[in-house]
């Protein structure tokens, strides 16, 4: 936060002055000090426990569930007021400027999830009495809604004026998010259902953290889920290089470079995920070509073209039990197929060819191209855009062509360096994925 650009830093300051001058005009005439007293507790409790997302540095703060309680229990004003709690989290690691626009955005948050929660006719009177539950849901859920968008709205704000993401990553990757916010923000309503249920009062505070904590379990889990998936790619893709010299970070690149054609055709974020494990395993089958193959100095055999045109069948057969890959497996398997339909190793031809391969063939050739190899230095990224373009129609679908060159233009590439190679190892003279020097076959 404190290396912001200065239109962030402005957008920062927007953001607290607003949620100061909210509370600070806001009309308390619900204020009930030990009932915003107990709700900041909890605020503060789930505040300073956070849970890790599977995307670097990102945390969710399960406390919103108080604030949400607040609305119904005391309105949108102390709601705002609640806010301030974030200030003084028990995330000490986290800057003062950071918790300073947290506290901001959870203020207006909750004010504008207050606000909706009146204008739906949302009212306290009666709470807890006969019906209250079916009278009030409604309106909770309007607030719920507004809650979360008012919140991941401020948060992506600041993300993109730091440009620290774009906004079709930012659409991409909330979806999950969203859902899972609405889900455990009803715990809101479950906090003051039971404050309102004769004989429980503030005890509601303290029922209500079991099912938080096994909220944020399952954030944990999910997390925990996502790094052992990362650790058996990893695993694979290490196995492949150690037989096959070309492929050091090749398989790395090649995701990457899928990754950017599907968030540039729109993939919804769940598929981008997926394709970023094709593209990490599209060559696992080389674990199932013999290395004198892989390493062959000269021409190739009949036999040896059939071993390396069997590996994407090999690679499916070692990877199809892995049940998180789903859609993956398709682009592991038909990666070398041609819109003429002369690929391999079924022939397919145009949209016969699953999207995922399609998307992978282009990553795939283009960092073959833009990768020195013993026989040729790399091609340069325009060099190696022209020949994808000549090959667009032909080998590769040119949607999948041009929307690779517009992510180029935007996002750019970085080229691998030279591959460090033992002296006393072989390293063949052809690749199979070099659209510049075809497989010779003897």
Same mark, same amino acid.
């Given at each position: 936060m404190l290396v912001l650009p200065l239109v962030a830093w402005m957008y920062v300051c927007g953001v607290v002055a607003l949620a100061a001058a909210v509370i600070a005009t806001a009309s308390y005439d619900?204020?009930?000090?030990?009932?915003?007293?107990?709700?900041?507790?909890?605020?503060?409790?789930?505040?300073?426990?956070?849970?890790r997302l599977s995307v670097r540095r990102a945390r969710v703060s399960l406390s919103f569930a108080a604030s949400l309680a607040t609305v119904v229990l005391l309105g949108p004003a102390c709601a705002a007021l609640l806010?301030?709690?974030?200030?003084?989290?028990?995330?000490?690691?986290?800057?003062?400027?950071?918790?300073?626009?947290?506290?901001?955005?959870?203020?207006?948050?909750g004010y504008a999830a207050g606000m909706v929660f009146c204008l739906l006719a949302g009212d306290r009177?009666?709470?807890?009495?006969?019906?209250?539950?079916?009278?009030?849901?409604?309106?909770?859920?309007?607030?719920?809604?507004?809650?979360?968008?008012?919140?991941?709205?401020l948060m992506g704000g600041v993300l993109l004026l730091s440009r620290q993401a774009t906004v079709r990553e930012l659409l991409s990757g909330s979806g999950p998010l969203v859902f899972g916010c609405l889900g455990y923000g009803m715990v809101g309503l479950l906090v003051a259902g039971l404050w309102a249920h004769e004989g429980i009062g503030p005890l509601a505070a303290v029922l209500v953290l079991l099912p938080l904590f096994v909220a944020r379990w399952a954030f944990e889990q999910t997390r925990a889920q996502r790094q052992a998936h990362a650790a058996t790619l990893a695993a694979l893709c290490q196995a492949v290089e150690t037989k096959d010299y070309y492929t050091r970070g090749h398989s790395e690149r090649v995701?990457?470079?899928?990754?950017?054609?599907?968030?540039?055709?729109?993939?919804?974020?769940?598929? %981008? /995920?997926?394709? !970023?494990? =094709? @593209?990490?395993?599209?060559?696992?089958?080389?674990?199932?070509?013999?290395?004198?193959? #892989?390493?062959?100095?000269?021409?190739?055999?009949?036999?040896?073209?059939?071993?390396?045109?069997?590996?994407?069948?090999?690679?499916?057969?070692?990877?199809?039990?892995?049940?998180?890959?789903?859609?993956?497996l398709a682009g592991i398997m038909h990666h070398h197929e041609k819109m003429n339909g002369r690929g391999y190793?079924?022939?397919?031809?145009?949209?016969?060819?699953?999207?995922?391969?399609?998307?992978?063939?282009?990553?795939?050739?283009?960092?073959?191209?833009?990768?020195?190899?013993?026989?040729?230095?790399?091609?340069?990224?325009?060099?190696?855009? %022209? /020949?994808?373009? !000549?090959? =667009? @129609?032909?080998?590769?679908d040119p949607v999948m062509v041009e929307s690779f060159v517009?992510? #180029?233009?935007?996002?750019?590439?970085?080229?691998?360096?030279?591959?460090?190679?033992?002296?006393?190892?072989?390293?063949?003279?052809?690749?199979?994925?070099?659209?510049t020097a075809p497989l010779e076959v003897q």
């Open positions: 619900r204020l009930d000090v030990p009932t915003l007293v107990v709700t900041a507790v909890l605020f503060l409790v789930c505040d300073s426990v956070p849970a806010g301030i709690c974030a200030v003084v989290t028990g995330q000490r690691s986290v800057p003062f400027v950071k918790r300073l626009f947290n506290g901001a955005q959870f203020a207006l948050s009177a009666g709470l807890g009495q006969a019906g209250w539950l079916e009278r009030v849901i409604g309106p909770f859920l309007g607030a719920l809604v507004a809650f979360v968008l008012v919140n991941l709205a995701s990457r470079g899928s990754v950017m054609i599907a968030q540039e055709i729109g993939m919804r974020s769940d598929r %981008v /995920e997926a394709i !970023r494990y =094709a @593209g990490m395993l599209h060559d696992v089958g080389k674990l199932g070509v013999p290395t004198k193959v #892989l390493q062959k100095t000269g021409p190739m055999s009949e036999d040896d073209l059939a071993a390396i045109q069997l590996h994407p069948m090999r690679g499916l057969d070692i990877v199809r039990d892995i049940g998180f890959l789903d859609e993956a190793p079924m022939g397919l031809a145009g949209d016969e060819i699953p999207e995922f391969a399609r998307i992978i063939a282009v990553a795939d050739a283009f960092d073959a191209m833009t990768s020195n190899r013993s026989y040729r230095a790399a091609c340069t990224v325009e060099e190696a855009v %022209v /020949e994808l373009r !000549r090959c =667009a @129609g032909d080998q590769f517009r992510a #180029l233009d935007r996002l750019g590439w970085e080229l691998p360096g030279p591959v460090s190679v033992p002296g006393d190892a072989e390293v063949a003279q052809q690749d199979h994925d070099d659209l």
